[in-house]
């Protein structure tokens, strides 16, 4: 079964640090999603991305937050100068196109720990 | 905005239906998820509604009023393996098919 993968699965960087997360959305998606959940709280929303552009963002996806898709499989999301709450898990969500019945299969998720 | 709430916690026993409960309250309403999360991992698909009335798949149901602003997830037969968070999340018309998600349920289920 497809699936949507990240790397790595677990970051520790130092306050200030530049920080890029990997994901390999599933191959026939067309729609992009990053979201984080920090520890104990909901799955909150930061950006979403389609041909090849910003769709939506959050009032979380700040300056700091950049997004990418370098090439036809890699989405990257990139933090250039971590904060200490920045620290969550981030998963990145595909889907096949934007409109009704269409659901958002999530990765595995990266684990940022920043200290 | 958005605005959506689910109970925080419930209980239940094995081999028993649970249902747990949504409202929300949005500027548009394009329609309504829910994922199942367990601890440390991440959300996966259960259902989608755009319609009033009730969608069965398997042991999962899922429940929609748009004019109530109302779902439920009725899970059956309850399995240990059932404990975890449910998270409901609405998508807004629009434009914005995003799915926004509420804090989540955490459901035990124990022996």
């Known amino acids: 079964e497809p699936e949507v993968t990240q790397t790595p699965s677990h970051q520790v960087t130092q306050m200030g640090q530049e920080v890029i997360l990997r994901c390999v959305p599933i191959s026939n998606h067309l729609y992009f999603y990053w979201y984080r959940q920090i520890l104990g709280q909901k799955v909150e929303f930061l950006v979403s991305f389609y041909n090849n552009e910003i769709s939506e963002k959050s009032e979380i996806f700040d300056d700091q937050f950049s997004v990418e898709r370098p090439d036809g499989s890699n989405f990257t999301l990139k933090i250039r100068s971590t904060k200490l709450e920045d620290s969550a898990m981030y998963f990145c969500a595909s889907s096949e196109a934007p409109g009704v019945n269409t659901e958002a299969f999530f990765g595995q998720g990266t684990r940022l720990t920043v200290v | 905005g958005q605005n959506i709430d689910q109970p925080t916690e419930m209980t239940a026993t094995e081999g028993a239906i649970v249902q747990i409960n949504c409202t929300y309250q949005?500027?548009?309403?394009?329609?309504l998820f829910w994922y199942q999360q367990h601890a440390g991992e991440a959300p996966t698909f259960l259902s989608y509604?755009?319609?009033?009335g009730l969608e069965e798949k398997g042991r999962f149901s899922s429940f929609l009023s748009r004019s109530k602003g109302y779902s439920y997830l009725l899970l059956k037969e309850l399995q240990m393996k059932d404990s975890a968070s449910y998270l409901c999340?609405?998508?807004?018309?629009?434009?914005?098919?995003?799915?926004?998600f509420g804090r989540g349920t955490s459901l035990i289920v124990h022996p």
């Open positions: 509604n755009v319609l009033d």
């Open positions: 999340a609405v998508s807004a018309s629009g434009g914005s098919y995003i799915p926004t």
């Open positions: 949005t500027s548009g309403f394009n329609g």
